[in-house]
């Protein structure tokens, strides 16, 4: 008997090489009929003997196109057509925009055998890629993704490349960057006053790199910056020109074996590492660990990664491993164009290699870490995005704003999610151009139209005045921790009421100081502010931050009055007795000294106090340093105090701070005092959430915000609440830091919005 279905498919089925299967299978079964790209994703009609429809049907959901994911499938019978081929149709531009769009995808094994297969066409071609993987976000216009819509329409495939295309059957069938060294994009190496440089361009460039060199290389999201690893002198270069004195450099090795002889790496972490989004994976050096502790200095960890564009495979196979860190000035969005080059090129890079494949919206490398066996987000950018995230509420479509650093927004439509790529650091200059271009360029490839806009209380976010000024859309404002704890109950579709432990460095509170040690009773709709840290004067605002022995001043001057002169004369070398006379009036009259229960001031004043205190040049560097010195088995605590304020529990480490400065007399070991530190942090908040827990009849817990980032103090955090019986959720599909907050603005919202209906 003949049986016509149509099936309309949706979920992450475009650019995932999904037609070509669906063909496949269709012939491989006698089917005809036809497949077709449609705006919601793809439609399919089939026709043929019952048995093989069903067989057709069973192998789709069973065996769908390694990348593609299938959200909705629906069937129904129609009445038999005339056709007795089976074709792919070209796309058809109509209804709504909801198909799932791929991120990029890292060359596959396929691709990779053929690189390196010197009897190939492709031998050594820099672009090879298939169905299966090559960029996608970075490279697709508007969808359907079709050629025509992506950034290869400026490239006609020559003959061998179009009957691939066109071959059903073929790995390339379908597959729209396909391309070869004779129709496709090829590499130029550049001088650094742009002129181009004659021979093979990848071993010019390894050969410049094996001389120290630094090199701007054109990658999928952006440029980076690469220099060897090896080579201390190139790496202090690029560190100097790139003014970023400390802050850890991501290195890209060859290969997984190369990883493992200079990196202790689990079977997760190996996992995270090959998976097609290839992020940065942050993983223990080893004790004898062979390459410059500068790539790393304040801690242990290294950001490691493994190429992912053919490119990086070829320059990676004449020298690994290489420095590969985002090519930008700090705090400036990544360089993607060769009009932007100028930007890095002859300042920071010596030279640039660079291809004509324009890469059509900035992605950053993606980075990671592995915590009790899931990997939790430090940038969730490359590779992820724009994969969305499913929320427990549903509406119309919001755009929250996010935050001030480390920005992302977030676009949702009904309860899907989309949070953007890594925008970076607000300032004036990235928020007008960058920040604003990404928002639309995101929400016109997404295809949606917001009707509300959330967004941070805190006034001077260049975020918040970006809301407010918009023109259209309701507006929403969300309090910074309440949108840190609000992420985190999203992604794991709680509907609350939690207990939320928002530990972060800024945020604007309700009553207009700084708060950041925050223990809420939540849900998605308000919160209430059950417990914080207690409250200490910021000396001088940014300069305290910057300068954390500031920091340390004000806590000792508060806890310990006269006595903390004396001590900081001694112990905080690096503050002046002008320094301290200037402190001391500002704290005690108030002076540009905002009061903040901040977690991230309280990390910074004990490393401060513990002599790891020098002025930072990043943000968290302190906190970093603390917990490497934590590296000790000790399990003993500090006193500390909880006390009722009003309807308050504050929590003062006061006793914490004048034993340490005992201990710091009697020189006992810094190690000790920096782990018995953690241990007292997690005792005191365990011990109030037990309290909370008890009193409240409330089981769960959330965990969030940046200082979450530190995997010490969040696996004792997890320990604790589980062993208090106590259920436990963190940070996992949206970071802990502010790069998360979007996602929880645009929850609050949404929950808000269905109260006002
Ligand atoms: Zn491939
Ligand atoms: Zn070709
Ligand atoms: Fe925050």
């Known amino acids: 008997m003949v049986k016509r279905i149509r099936a309309d498919v949706r979920g992450r089925v475009q650019g995932v090489g999904f037609r070509p299967t669906v063909y496949r299978y269709a012939t491989h079964w006698q089917l005809s009929g036809f497949v077709r790209n449609t705006a919601a994703g793809v439609t399919l009609e089939i026709q043929g003997e019952a048995g093989k429809v069903a067989a057709f049907i069973k192998e789709l959901k069973t065996a769908p196109p390694p990348n593609a994911k299938i959200e909705a499938l629906q069937i129904q019978e129609i009445a038999a057509g005339e056709d007795t081929d089976f074709v792919i149709m070209a796309s058809q531009r109509s209804g709504t925009m909801e198909t799932g769009m791929p991120p990029d995808l890292a060359m596959c094994p396929d691709c990779e055998g053929e690189l390196f297969d010197s009897q190939d066409r492709r031998y050594q071609y820099p672009f090879i890629n298939c169905t299966n993987c090559g960029p996608r976000f970075t490279l697709i216009q508007s969808l359907p993704y079709d050629r025509g819509h992506t950034s ?404 000792l001057w508060a806890e310990t009055g006269s006595e903390a002169d004396e001590w900081a004369q001694a112990y905080l070398t690096h503050l002046s007795s002008s320094d301290r006379v200037l402190l001391k009036q500002m704290i005690e009259k108030k002076i540009r000294s905002p009061q903040t229960s901040s977690a991230g001031r309280l990390f910074d004043a004990v490393a401060a106090i513990l002599g790891m205190g020098e002025s930072v040049s990043y943000e968290g560097q302190a906190a970093i340093r603390l917990q490497t010195a934590a590296e000790h088995e000790i399990s003993e605590v500090y006193d500390y105090q909880i006390e009722l304020q009003g309807n308050r529990e504050i929590i003062s480490f006061g006793p914490m701070l004048q034993r340490i400065i005992r201990e710091r007399k009697e020189k006992v070991s810094i190690e000790v005092m920096a782990k018995k530190f953690h241990n007292t942090v997690v005792a005191a908040l365990g011990e109030l959430c037990q309290k909370l827990s008890l009193r409240e009849k409330i089981n769960r817990v959330v965990l969030s915000g940046g200082v979450f980032q530190n995997d010490l103090l969040l696996r004792l955090m997890i320990k604790k609440m589980r062993d208090q019986g106590l259920e436990v959720y963190y940070p996992v599909q949206a970071p802990p830091n502010d790069g998360g907050i979007a996602l929880g603005q645009a929850a609050v919202a949404l929950a808000r919005y269905r109260t006002n209906e």
Not at 353 to 359: G, M, S, Y
Not at 447 to 457: K, R
Not at 478 to 488: P, S
């Open 152 to 555: 290869m329409n400026a490239f006609t495939m020559c003959e061998a490349c179009q009957r691939e295309y066109t071959q059903p059957g073929d790995r390339r069938f379908d597959a729209q960057p396909n391309a070869c060294s004779v129709c496709g994009p090829h590499c130029r190496l550049l001088d650094a006053n742009g002129k181009e440089q004659s021979g093979n361009p990848i071993l010019a460039a390894a050969g410049l790199l094996q001389q120290g060199a630094v090199l701007a290389v054109k990658g999928i999201g952006g440029y980076h910056l690469a220099c060897d690893a090896k080579h201390e002198e190139a790496v202090k270069t690029l560190r100097l020109r790139k003014n970023r004195p400390a802050k850890a450099l991501a290195v890209m090795f060859a290969n997984l074996e190369a990883i493992q002889a200079c990196c202790e790496i689990t079977p997760k972490e190996i996992e995270a590492l090959l998976s097609p989004a290839r992020p940065i994976v942050v993983v223990k050096r080893k004790k004898n660990f062979p390459f410059p502790e500068l790539l790393s200095p304040d801690t242990n960890d290294l950001g490691v990664f493994l190429p992912y564009s053919p490119l990086h495979h070829l320059l990676l196979a004449q020298i690994s491993p290489l420095v590969m860190t985002s090519g930008n000035r700090a705090e400036e969005p990544i360089v993607k164009d060769e009009k932007e080059l100028s930007q890095i090129l002859g300042d920071i890079a010596d030279d640039a290699l660079v291809h004509n494949r324009p890469i059509v919206r900035r992605c950053d490398d993606s980075v990671l870490k592995i915590v009790e066996q899931v990997p939790v987000f430090i940038r969730r950018s490359r590779g992820f995005v724009p994969n969305p995230i499913v929320l427990p509420l549903s509406g119309p479509s919001v755009l929250a704003c996010g935050g001030d650093l480390k920005n992302t927004f977030c676009v949702t439509r009904k309860s899907q999610a989309y949070l953007s790529q890594h925008v970076g650091d607000l300032n004036e200059k990235t928020a007008h151009d960058f920040y604003q271009e990404q928002i639309h360029d995101f929400c016109k490839l997404l295809d949606l139209q917001p009707e509300i806009l959330a967004y941070d209380t805190h006034p001077d976010y260049l975020s918040t005045r970006f809301a407010l000024q918009a023109a259209t859309g309701e507006k929403v404002a969300v309090q910074h921790h309440h949108a840190h704890i609000a992420a985190v109950m999203a992604e794991h579709q709680l509907s609350g009421p939690v207990i939320g432990v928002a530990l972060d460095g800024t945020g604007y509170g309700d009553d207009g100081t700084i708060w950041g040690g925050e223990i809420f009773l939540a849900d998605f709709k308000q919160y209430q502010r059950a417990g914080h840290f207690k409250s200490y004067a910021l000396p001088g605002g940014e300069q305290a931050i910057r300068h954390p022995e500031r920091m340390a001043y004000s806590y």
